[in-house]
């Protein structure tokens, strides 16, 4: 069985069923699962969904305090600047295209924690990373941890009942795990450990990550802004926190049709363009199926890409030493292919042309 196909813990419902459809559970079915696997009384190897969603939980004082006492126009502008634009610029830099994809590299550790810790921790680096190669591998096909096909509640609570590792993997195989982790610095464990905890990263090394990332950020906001700025900001992180939990649904159209001509290109799965996750996160995810091991996915003009400008940044600045663009591959096989097969005037070819030519220059 190939790595791949095996890597996650299958929910009780499974994947498929005995002719290889995919399997649609219940609402009820899913939330069995979901609280079946953040029942730490239960077994000790369910510590890592509890420990994601205690986070959430965490999150909610803070939320109350922004609407019941801090708030104002201001308060509410710097929780919406910091949720949707912050917090989703950098998932995207960090857990996306960095410790998912690989698309860039660092100059050394301290820049890669200094970009790790740049927001608020949220999102456990072992739950993401590991399931979006599945996710890639196996885009609106059984087996994807966050089918739209499969409905809201599939995708949204995906993270407790379909993200995390398989508890009884090979050491073969974990090893591979490790491989996969290695570069985002997230300290793990031996292969013991792991048939102990059920997890790559360390519970111990996790709380006390979470408890100074949130000590430093709280300090660092009471200080600009006092309790109100603080409080706020939390807030809007814990609305983000469970609001990104919506994007693989809305990201891959709900499961339906829903693709573009000269828009979105990748036809091997659902993925469309979406102007909001774009602007405000760099999240153009057809383009990203396209090539998701590219630091870019805005590609064309209006496709704002802040996560990019992020990394290309960092790579001025010696932050970063490589990375990967796939700009100007992206025109020469699908732009402007698409134009000339629309008997396009070449003027309108042409005013792609500087764009290839610029991202052929900055292209390591």
């Not at 959430?56 to 634009?85: E, Q, R, T």
């Amino acid at each position: 069985m190939a790595f791949l196909d095996h890597v996650l813990q299958p929910p009780s419902y499974g994947w498929k069923d005995e002719q290889g459809n995919l399997v649609k559970p219940t609402a009820g079915q899913i939330f069995n699962e979901f609280f079946s696997r953040l029942n730490i009384f239960k077994t000790r190897k369910n510590w890592l969904p509890f420990f994601s969603w205690l986070k959430v939980l965490c999150f909610v004082p803070f939320f109350l305090l922004l609407l019941f006492k801090f708030m104002s126009i201001g308060m509410l502008i710097a929780a919406f600047v910091y949720s949707m634009i912050v917090l989703g610029t950098h998932g995207t830099i960090w857990h996306h295209r960095y410790c998912t994809h690989g698309a860039y590299r660092f100059k050394n550790a301290f820049w890669r924690f200094f970009t790790q810790n740049l927001t608020i921790n949220v999102i456990p680096e072992e739950i993401y990373v590991v399931s979006h190669h599945v996710h890639h591998a196996k885009s609106d096909q059984p087996g994807d941890p966050y089918n739209a096909e499969a409905g809201f509640l599939y995708c949204f609570l995906a993270d407790v009942n379909h993200q995390p590792i398989a508890k009884d993997l090979s050491e073969a195989d974990y090893n591979r795990i490790k491989l996969l982790m290695k570069h985002t610095g997230v300290s793990g464990n031996s292969y013991a450990q792991y048939q102990k905890w059920g997890s790559y990263v360390k519970p111990s090394a996790a709380v006390l990550s979470w408890i100074l990332n949130w000590a430093f950020w709280y300090g660092a906001f009471y200080l600009m802004g006092g309790h109100a700025l603080a409080c706020s900001l939390f807030g809007a992180a814990g609305f983000w926190a469970v609001g990104v939990r919506t994007f693989n649904y809305e990201g891959h159209a709900k499961g339906k049709e829903k693709q573009r001509e000269g828009v979105d290109f990748s036809q091997n799965d659902k993925s469309i363009n979406q102007v909001w996750p774009g602007i405000v996160a760099g999240e153009w995810h057809n383009n990203h199926h396209l090539y998701p091991k590219s630091a870019r996915s805005g590609f064309k003009p209006h496709q704002v890409d802040l996560a990019w400008y992020y990394i290309f940044l960092m790579y001025k600045l010696g932050a970063v030493t490589s990375y990967r663009d796939s700009k100007k591959q992206f025109y020469e096989q699908y732009h402007l292919p698409y134009l000339q097969s629309k008997g396009l005037k070449p003027a309108i070819v042409q005013l792609a042309e500087p764009l290839v030519v610029e991202a052929s220059a900055v292209n390591r």
